[in-house]
């Protein structure tokens, strides 16, 4: 008989990771990286947790601790970032094609298995998966098996801080499931928010044991039917399935801040050509194509600027992913709304009108498959060789 089981695969301290496989000098250093505009502390290796270094944290408020211990302070870089997570997902592919990208840095799969043997076979399993990813992308990872996503997620959590788990917890053996649950605080619990938590708490609800023996009629005429989800997830009624097919995206933004502020049109346009560039490379990684864009730009209010935050939308003769259209067209938006005298704090392109690639009736004037066989190879280029080889 065939048994429902799940493996979540967390990517430890992701950014930092990231950061990590192109600059191994900096093991056993403590390093940050920083939000959009360098602003707070968005990831930290475990050596800058150790010296107290706290998530979220502004980094001025930071700056002589992480000097004193000669940390490595990074801005972020998503677009290495979203490639790293390629790799990875990649990866895990080896062991299943039924993959739910949770997030950057998560993964949930599908890894049924017998009931003879298969708590075995699925030690065994995420074992290897993690040395592999490693081995192959050099990211570490930790990985919580279950028979529902709630308890992956409980699996991984503990994962994480037990060194006798050694980056593997597998619950799917129900003699270590209630001491496991025990470990974990209710705020911890995936899908327990800090309203729940403290409504929780004031019950006596501490930890996710006590929260799976709680009484759902109860909980459910409280609060809401998700929380009773939540219960039955943790006691093995798998709830939340794995979501193959997402619900189709209807807009995609590609923005940033920029590290000083933007004054000239020629800086703007290099820098909406990149936003461009990367919406469609995205768009071609969902085979969707975008009907219509929009450009926009900020001054920074807080620094004393006037604030100036125009947008404008344009749209696109034909439904595309063509790069050097989305380019055009953005450009054509920036121009519209640039203004000499403001000092640009941020600036972006969100794509919208989209739809699958495939049906889209092509312009009778415009040849598309030349343009496709340009992008494929441009894609494939740099999907082998690194973002942004060839651009």
Not at 94 to 112: G, H, K, M, R, V
Not at 303 to 317: I, K, N
Request: one cysteine or more; charged letters at 25%.
């Amino acid at each position: 008989m065939r048994r429902k089981v799940f493996a979540l695969v967390d990517c430890n301290n992701f950014y930092v990771s990231c950061e990590r496989v192109f600059n191994p000098r900096l093991a056993r250093r403590p390093v940050v990286v920083l939000s959009n505009n360098d602003g707070c502390i968005i990831s930290r290796s475990e050596e800058a947790k150790a010296i107290g270094v706290k998530m979220g944290a502004p980094l001025y408020q930071a700056q002589a601790l992480l000097d004193a211990h000669d940390a490595a302070i990074f801005s972020s870089n998503y677009a290495l970032y979203g490639d790293m997570s390629r790799r990875v997902a990649e990866t895990l592919e080896e062991f299943t094609p039924d993959i739910e990208q949770y997030s950057i840095d998560e993964a949930f799969l599908n890894l049924d298995c017998d009931d003879n043997g298969g708590e075995e076979k699925l030690d065994a399993t995420g074992r290897e998966m993690r040395r592999r990813v490693e081995r192959w992308t050099g990211i570490p990872v930790c990985i919580g098996i279950a028979e529902t996503k709630t308890l992956a997620k409980v699996a991984v959590e503990i994962a994480k801080h037990s060194e006798r788990a050694r980056g593997v917890v597998n619950l799917v053996e129900p003699k270590y499931l209630a001491q496991a649950l025990a470990r974990v605080r209710i705020e911890k619990v995936w899908g327990i928010g800090s309203n729940y938590a403290r409504r929780l708490k004031a019950a006596g609800i501490t930890n996710a044991l006590d929260l799976r023996d709680a009484d759902t009629r109860v909980w459910r005429g409280r609060e809401s039917v998700v929380l009773e989800r939540v219960i039955y997830e943790l006691r093995g009624v798998s709830c939340l399935p794995l979501e193959l097919c997402p619900p189709p995206r209807r807009s995609l933004t590609v923005s940033r801040s920029f590290g000083a502020p933007v004054e000239t049109l020629t800086e703007l346009r290099e820098a909406v050509a990149f936003y461009a560039t990367r919406a469609g490379e995205k768009l071609r990684q969902r085979k969707l194509v975008a009907n219509a864009l929009v450009v926009f730009l900020s001054t920074n209010r807080f620094a004393g600027d006037v604030l100036y935050a125009p947008s404008v939308a344009v749209t696109l003769p034909c439904a595309t992913s063509y790069t050097a259209d989305l380019i055009r067209y953005a450009h054509l938006a920036l121009e519209k709304i640039y203004r000499t005298g403001h000092r640009f704090k941020k600036a972006g392109v969100m794509l919208v009108g989209l739809v699958p690639a495939p049906p889209v009736q092509a312009s009778l004037f415009v040849s598309n498959e030349r343009a496709r066989r340009l992008m494929d190879a441009l894609d494939q280029i740099n999907a082998r060789m690194g973002s942004r080889t060839v651009h």
